[in-house]
């Protein structure tokens, strides 16, 4: 298995908090970078956090830095999104994606990922 599967997505209120999940095979989540994206009505893609494949590093876009945080579970074979202080304009669906390439910096670049989840719906309400 290669394609991952996201959870944890719903409707909260704006300042409020959701955890997303992104699983795959053992052998995707320890050897290559996962990352998540985001896709807003009417807007392109946009990344929002990657981790690479050591663990060792970690990107996030501006608009979500300091609210929130990527993290790998070994043991679950899971990447986690943790995502707090949420604000209406990060409403979107968010997407788990895998690059193949074993690099050692989390890739931010959308068409450098090869395999993507079907995605999980996050609004925010106002």
């Known amino acids: 298995q290669v394609q991952p599967v996201e959870s944890g997505g719903g409707l909260v209120q704006a300042g409020g908090s959701l955890r997303l999940s992104c699983a795959a095979s053992?052998?995707?989540?320890?050897?290559?970078?996962m990352g998540w994206f985001r896709q807003a009505p009417g807007k392109e893609r946009e990344f929002v956090a990657a981790?690479?494949?050591?663990?060792?590093?970690?990107n996030y876009a501006d608009s979500v830095k300091g609210r929130f945080t990527i993290s790998r579970d070994n043991a679950k074979n899971t990447v986690t999104l943790q995502m707090n202080s949420l604000k209406p304009e990060d409403t979107a669906v968010y997407y788990c994606?895998?690059?193949?390439?074993?690099?050692?910096?989390?890739?931010?670049?959308?068409?450098?990922?090869?395999?993507w989840g079907q995605g999980t719906q996050v609004t925010v309400s106002s």
């Open positions: 994606a895998v690059d193949l390439k074993r690099t050692v910096v989390a890739e931010t670049m959308a068409g450098e990922y090869d395999y």
């Open positions: 053992r052998r995707t989540f320890i050897s290559y970078t």
């Open positions: 981790v690479s494949w050591s663990g060792g590093s970690t």
